[in-house]
């Protein structure tokens, strides 16, 4: 993993260092740990997929993530990119939509020693308000467009990494970086993500 995540562009060697770390088999099911050290997505139930660890390395490397850093993760899973955030901060908030994937992560990441991690069950095209502002965020599902209320939420000089585009059409991962009150967008690479669950995600993206 670490070697695909290298060819992927990663260069930081904490991001690197916590990718080596994170026992990815005990994030997926029981039939799916013998691929659990391959670089690929693989099902995690209710819909949802674990991302490749190439990629989970290379969107957690786009943040630049400092020990002390705030981070919102939308879309936890079953928290396997919350935790490689725990290896590099001590303050994660992971929001998730559906309840049972929720409570699964909270409880693992608590059994795994990354209970300092924040999870709760929510709307995260909403964000996490109460929280607010944060350094870095990071969202593991693709909405049509970028939400708002994340936007807000994104901290002068704090980075943003969403993918945006149509499910099952083209997508694109974007660093969204905040200065001066806007947003600066680099396109990434064309990436593939479940939708953002949401109602608000199927309006048409903005230009």
């Given amino acids: 993993m670490v070697a695909a995540a290298r060819a992927n562009?990663?260069?930081?060697e904490r991001v690197l260092s916590a990718l080596a770390k994170v026992p990815r088999e005990e994030f997926v099911p029981q039939d799916q740990r013998r691929h659990a050290y391959e670089d690929r997505s693989l099902p995690i139930g209710r819909g949802q997929r674990i991302t490749q660890p190439s990629l989970v390395a290379l969107m957690t490397d786009l943040?630049?993530?400092?020990?002390e850093d705030k981070v919102l993760e939308i879309?936890?899973?079953s928290g396997y990119q919350a935790a490689i955030l725990a290896e590099l901060t001590r303050n994660v908030y992971s929001i998730e939509i559906v309840p049972e994937l929720a409570s699964a992560a909270?409880?693992?990441?608590?059994?795994?020693?990354y209970a300092a991690v924040e999870v709760?069950?929510?709307d995260g095209y909403q964000?996490?308000?109460?929280?607010?502002?944060?350094?870095?965020i990071?969202?593991?599902?693709?909405?049509?467009?970028?939400p708002e209320p994340l936007v807000a939420q994104l901290k002068e000089g704090g980075r943003m990494v969403i993918p945006v585009g149509p499910e099952g059409g083209p997508q694109t991962l974007y660093l969204l970086e905040k200065r001066r009150g806007k947003?600066?967008?680099?396109?990434?690479?064309?990436v593939k993500f479940v939708p953002l669950v949401h109602p608000a995600a199927a309006s048409p993206p903005r230009s």
């Fill in 9 to 12: 562009g990663v260069r930081d």
């Fill in 127 to 136: 964000g996490w308000p109460e929280c607010a502002p944060f350094d870095a």
């Fill in 75 to 77: 879309g936890t899973g």
């Fill in 63 to 67: 943040l630049r993530i400092g020990p």
């Fill in 138 to 146: 990071i969202v593991t599902c693709a909405p049509e467009k970028v």
């Fill in 183 to 190: 947003l600066v967008t680099t396109a990434v690479i064309p």
């Fill in 106 to 113: 909270r409880d693992r990441l608590k059994r795994l020693g």
């Fill in 120 to 122: 709760r069950t929510g």
